[in-house]
């Protein structure tokens, strides 16, 4: 063939004709047998409440719902039928036997039966759908072909099996060159868009980050410096409380916390009045409450936030004076 296009290229471009013109006009045979045209409208319609319930799933898209449902006077025709369509249908709407592993494998070459034959060729359209070069090598082509041709030739029979030899051999005109350096050019802007989509998605969650950071900071009743300053001791304390074992007066003071809005606790110097409040703080902080540290008694009004947990630990220390 007198072209710009490599083999493998040139295998693509086979292996798109095979499935997209000779293949579904094979799943037909089988559908049209299942499905008579003649009776078709009303095989549907008696079909109808089983057909919503797939939409509604999402298993029919609208466009394929529009073509098993015209408005009138149109009447729905099998010949508008894509293989995807085709194989709901049949799936949903027959007793016809599943495949072994399913519709959605390719199945053993040792399974023979119609419904295999439309899991080969939907396992191969989907595979030419996700080749984003437009290139097929000649070993997966071969296989591919074989497989395929097979299929449509027990669906079909012996006529199309002469149409799957024929378009293996055949020279590829200008219109079947151009599908293929159309698809590269779409490949292109798919990777490009797909690049692009992905670009877009990672500034949006920066973006959204920065946003919910500054939605926090624009509803935290603490500014922003206490915070910072509040943070660093909390991570101080963390660090000193993995010497300290809990204690039953620990214990006790988180207990009075969750019970009580206010608590005070009081002791001569050097018992632990310290150590006991650092432990209750961080317990109290992995269950969800926001820890502030404040040494003015008005502090406890300003930072009160209505919709946030909020533990405030006001530390005084008095000198014994006698």
Request: hydrophobic residues 35%; charged residues 25%.
């Amino acid at each position: 063939m007198a072209s710009a296009l490599s083999q493998e290229e040139e295998n693509y471009v086979r292996m798109s004709l095979l499935l997209t013109g000779i293949s579904p006009r094979a799943a037909r045979v089988l559908f049209d047998h299942e499905f008579a045209p003649s009776c078709l409208d009303a095989s549907l319609k008696k079909e109808y409440n089983k057909l919503r319930e797939l939409q509604k799933k999402r298993i029919i898209n609208q466009s394929q719902w529009n073509l098993l449902f015209p408005r009138f006077p149109d009447v729905p025709d099998s010949k508008t039928f894509d293989v995807t369509l085709i194989m709901i249908l049949l799936r949903n709407l027959t007793k016809l036997t599943p495949p072994h592993g399913g519709y959605d494998r390719l199945p053993s070459s040792n399974e023979t039966t119609p419904t295999s034959d439309l899991a080969r060729i939907k396992y191969y359209r989907n595979f030419l759908a996700h080749l984003d070069e437009g290139k097929v090598d000649n070993i997966t082509f071969t296989t591919a072909w074989d497989n395929v041709t097979e299929a449509i030739s027990r669906l079909g029979g012996q006529g199309m099996k002469q149409e799957c030899d024929d378009l293996k051999v055949k020279i590829l005109n200008q219109t079947n060159q151009e599908i293929i350096l159309h698809i590269k050019r779409s490949n292109d802007e798919i990777t490009e868009l797909k690049k692009s989509v992905e670009s877009l998605k990672k500034a949006n969650e920066d973006v959204t980050v920065e946003v919910n950071k500054l939605k926090l900071s624009h509803e935290d009743t603490v500014p922003w410096n206490i915070r910072e300053q509040n943070s660093e001791i909390l991570v101080e304390w963390k660090d000193k409380d993995k010497m300290f074992i809990t204690t039953r007066g620990a214990r006790h003071v988180l207990k009075c916390i969750k019970e009580n809005s206010c608590v005070t606790i009081i002791a001569s110097s050097g018992v632990g009045k310290t150590a006991t409040l650092r432990q209750v703080a961080l317990q109290m902080g992995k269950e969800g409450y926001d820890i502030l540290l404040v040494t003015d008694p008005r502090d406890i009004v300003k930072f009160y936030n209505p919709t946030q947990k909020t533990c405030l630990l006001l530390m005084i220390y008095v000198e014994n004076i006698l």
